[in-house]
């Protein structure tokens, strides 16, 4: 099936960044390319660069967090371009907002990275999953991140809504691949864009009063951390080169789109940790015991 040519895609925070980079290369392709996002300036600038490019955009400022916002950029998607084929769930904010010691994160900064990083991907499925399979299938992209595939400590909520995405995407990918819809997670590790300035974004409804960083002599220390993380994003892969990962891993089809191979041996290390716990429970007496409780139950019988 054709991925790009002549079809239509909504891309999510795609007013700079990583979405605008993906908006940008699958344009290119020959898409039509649907960019929202909550910043009405940044949307003007970034359609502006694409229209002059000869892509076919629709830009329209809608909040990832609001299902409302979500069904109207579907309708108007699918009124403007005729049917809906793609989507990219990308936009997402981290920073100081989602990162801290836990004991510094308060519950409003949980519920903005939530809000946006989690529910913005499940309204963006639930909105455009009916265009995509009445178009007969495509494509999906939800933007997780290598904080996607293990824990990552002083990143509690920034973590929590990148694993749920990854595990969501594998559960979607199976619901979905009956109506010719492939679903893929994006991994990235660091990438060079403003996300360590999310909170230029963060609405007003969720405090930030109580901000203040604890210092310690910790290798984990968590403002080196924070300033860590903010390095390595500023010096992270260009956008668009991101952008040319992902249209050859739409190609070949990946559930998973990983841009950063230097993460590989962290991510076979966890699944090593977790084997050996898996190897200690199958050599455990009391397991053994459950087991046999389990296999003598009159449910399995
Ligand atoms: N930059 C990295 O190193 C990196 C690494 C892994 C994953 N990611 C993920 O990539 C995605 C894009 O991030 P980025 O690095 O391009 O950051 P960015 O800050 O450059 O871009 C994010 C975009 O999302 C928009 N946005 C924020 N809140 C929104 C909301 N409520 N509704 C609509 N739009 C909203 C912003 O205005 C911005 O245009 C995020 O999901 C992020 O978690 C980034």
Avoid at 262 to 268: A, E, N, Y
Wanted: include cysteine; hydrophobic fraction near 40%; proline fraction near 4%.
């Amino acid at each position: 099936m054709e991925l790009f040519s002549g079809k239509t895609v909504v891309v999510s925070g795609g007013a700079e960044g990583i979405g605008f980079a993906i908006a940008q290369a699958v344009g290119r392709e020959g898409m039509n390319v649907v960019i929202t996002d909550i910043s009405p300036e940044m949307l003007k600038t970034a359609e502006t660069t694409l229209s002059e490019q000869g892509i076919n955009v629709l830009a329209i400022k809608a909040d990832a967090r609001k299902e409302r916002d979500w069904n109207q950029v579907a309708n108007a998607a699918a009124e403007t371009f005729g049917a809906i084929h793609a989507l990219v769930n990308n936009a997402g904010v981290g920073g100081s907002g989602s990162t801290g010691p836990i004991e510094e994160h308060s519950a409003d900064d949980w519920q903005w990275t939530i809000d946006v990083n989690l529910m913005g991907v499940v309204f963006g499925m639930k909105s455009i999953v009916p265009h995509i399979k009445t178009a007969g299938g495509g494509w999906i992209i939800n933007v997780a991140s290598m904080a996607g595939m293990s824990g990552v400590p002083y990143a509690g909520a920034y973590n929590a809504t990148k694993l749920a995405v990854a595990g969501l995407s594998e559960g979607w990918s199976m619901e979905l691949a009956p109506f010719g819809i492939h679903v893929a997670a994006l991994c990235p590790g660091f990438v060079k864009t403003r996300i360590y300035l999310s909170d230029r974004v963060r609405p007003s409804e969720y405090d930030d009063s109580h901000r203040s960083l604890v210092t310690s002599d910790n290798d984990l220390d968590p403002e080196k951390m924070a300033t860590g993380l903010s390095n390595e994003v500023k010096n992270g892969i260009d956008p668009h080169l991101l952008a040319e990962r992902v249209i050859e891993s739409l190609r070949a089809g990946d559930p998973y789109i990983f841009t950063h191979p230097s993460f590989r041996d962290g991510v076979r290390e966890r699944y090593a940790m977790i084997d050996r716990c898996f190897e200690n429970a199958a050599n455990s007496p009391v397991v053994g015991k459950v087991d046999s409780l389990i296999l003598n139950s009159d449910v399995f019988s």
